[in-house]
């Protein structure tokens, strides 16, 4: 019985594997190429097929995490009708979109200033995002703590200049969150849009300046379109990472966020096909977030419009 | 005239504000770990080196540091093994599976990494290695591989091909003439994906915060947990010792090639 199952595998596996040497001109590469894909298919594309798997599963009895082999879409009614997981997901998507809009717009700024720069100090600013982005999550996004806290360096330095009588209440709090979250996006913001940047032709702004455009109009009309498809890639990546950020929100936000509520329903809760089917559900809210801001985006790069 | 020096100091204060903003949290992270009192304040009203002499004598801190050493170590290895052969294999032909290879690798950089934690977690539940450190390198192989694959393309595709087509024509076999002709032409470019593969792995918390159990948490795990209690400037020692590491692998990467080059990869 089982060697029969095993001459369909390898049956399967033949037939899957011929067209795909017909297709390329080199049985190495694809030999090459073999471990990488095998390992996507086994930790990255079997993993998520068993997620999708629980979410359509009952929840379990008393002190399992999920009946087995059952079916059910109570999990996705439970998250598509109850107030709290929306209250949640809303959350989520409102420090992803602010996170987002300031990280790029921030980081355009700054990868324009990279580009510009030369020698030491193009340097130096390239090495003040690049320790940040290669620095734990959890180092980053304390520090903010001392720094924003009701009692912390901020308003301690306001209150003694005599700006402020009571102290701002930013940690925690959603604006603290959201600085947070920034500080966390933003070195892969700039090196996206610099990465473009740095193959784009400075003489073409030079140019509109001595055609009588202003500096800002310049950069607006030539700069930004020609740096789309790097703002795209910003976009994306802060979009992607403030929606699911955890770290932040948990250690200078008041609220919770999606991420720290799938984390408690699963190592606290034991409510797996729930936590599931709200990962399922913000996977595919993202991508329709995700493939929204592509679309508006794309229809302003590419090409430089004279208006 | 006015205008111009306006709009350039505007500019010049805008990105020095940036550049403020990018390192202070490291800097507090660093003040503060030389503070005196068991509370973190920013700036410390006394210094001390109390805490990095508490330090060596933690023994959970230490088994982290072991930890965290052997798990980047083991994606440094998996990571570049797999990074370097799919880049090489899809220069040599890049046919259907190449194209479909850098979506594939990419994806994973884009779901957040805590719905990764729950699906490994569940996922390895089955194979019994849940808290192992197989479970924690397969899981940081999966963030590390797309640098280390991103940054060995580019580096390929700088390489002179024929090169190759010479060494093969004058009769090298497919291994040695790889050794002798195209390795010495990459090895910093290898080097630097496997720093950063080390890097993201030593960095990384979220999946490792699900995967992980006691004995084979990781030094982020460890902080994280500490801090879910309260702030105490031992978390700063221990960040203070991470920021170093990331500095010394930057210096180092920069060094095999340059750091604008290395800034490109990172994106």
């Known amino acids: ?307 | 005239m006015r205008r111009e020096s306006l709009e350039t100091a505007l500019f010049r204060a805008g990105y020095l504000v940036v550049f403020a903003f990018m390192l202070l949290p490291l800097a507090v992270v660093v003040v503060t770990s030389f503070g005196a009192s068991g509370q973190i304040a920013f700036p410390p009203a006394e210094f001390s080196l109390t805490w990095y002499e508490s330090f060596f004598d933690q023994t959970d801190w230490l088994r982290a540091f072991d930890n965290s050493l052997l798990v980047g170590l083991g994606t440094a290895v998996v990571a570049t093994i797999l990074g370097v052969t799919a880049a090489f294999g899809q220069e040599i032909d890049d046919g259907l599976v190449g194209r479909l290879l850098a979506p594939l690798v990419l994806l994973p950089m884009l779901i957040p990494p805590v719905i990764f934690g729950v699906t490994l977690l569940v996922y390895f539940t089955e194979f019994d290695l849940q808290g192992s450190y197989v479970s924690l390198i397969l899981a940081h192989t999966l963030w590390a591989t797309p640098l280390v694959y991103f940054v060995m393309r580019s580096v390929f595709r700088r390489f002179d091909w024929q090169q190759l087509d010479a060494a093969h024509d004058l009769g090298a076999g497919p291994v040695r003439s790889f050794v002798h002709v195209v390795l010495p032409n990459v090895k910093h470019g290898i080097f630097v994906g496997a720093l950063l593969a080390f890097i993201v792995s030593l960095q990384e918390f979220v999946m490792a915060l699900f995967l992980s159990n006691h004995t084979t948490e990781t030094i982020p795990v460890v902080a994280w947990n500490q801090l879910r209690n309260s702030l105490s400037p031992m978390v700063s020692v221990v960040s203070t010792f991470l920021i170093l590491i990331s500095l010394g692998a930057i210096l180092l990467a920069a060094a095999a090639t340059n750091l604008n080059w290395l800034s490109k990869q990172l994106s």
């Open chain 1, 1 to 307: 019985m089982s060697g029969n199952s095993n001459a369909t595998a390898s049956g399967a596996i033949e037939r899957l594997w011929k067209p795909l040497v017909a297709r390329s001109r080199s049985k190495r590469a694809l030999l090459l190429m073999a471990p990488l894909v095998i390992f996507e298919l086994l930790i990255f594309v079997a993993p998520f097929l068993i997620l999708l798997r629980i979410s359509v599963s009952e929840a379990g009895e008393r002190g399992t995490a999920y009946a087995e082999g059952t079916w059910s879409a109570d999990a996705y009614a439970n998250v598509l009708t109850s107030e709290v997981p929306r209250e949640v997901i809303v959350h989520s998507f409102t420090i992803g979109l602010i996170a987002t809009a300031i990280a790029v717009a921030v980081g355009l700024l700054y990868a324009y200033a990279i580009w510009r720069a030369d020698g030491f100090t193009k340097s130096l600013l390239l090495f003040s995002v690049v320790l940040p982005l290669l620095t734990t999550l959890v180092v980053k996004t304390y520090a903010f703590r001392p720094l924003l806290s009701p009692t912390g360096t901020l308003n301690s330095l306001l209150e003694s200049v005599g700006l402020l009588s009571t102290p701002l209440e930013i940690v925690p709090g959603l604006a603290g969150a959201i600085v947070g979250q920034v500080y966390i996006v933003l070195p892969y913001a700039v090196l996206a849009i610099y990465s473009v940047l740095a193959t784009m032709d400075w003489q073409l702004v030079e140019a509109a300046r001595d055609l009588g455009a202003s500096r800002p109009r310049s950069v607006l009309e030539v700069v930004v379109p020609q740096a789309m498809p790097g703002i795209i890639v910003a976009t994306v990546i802060s979009f992607a990472w403030s929606v699911g950020s955890y770290a932040a929100p948990f250690l200078l936000g008041d609220d919770v966020t999606f991420a720290m509520r799938v984390e408690g329903q699963i190592l606290r809760d034991f409510q797996w096909p729930t936590a599931t089917a709200l990962s399922v559900v913000m996977i595919a809210a993202m991508l329709v977030v995700i493939s929204a801001l592509v679309a508006v985006l794309s229809r302003f790069g590419g090409e430089v419009e004279y208006a």
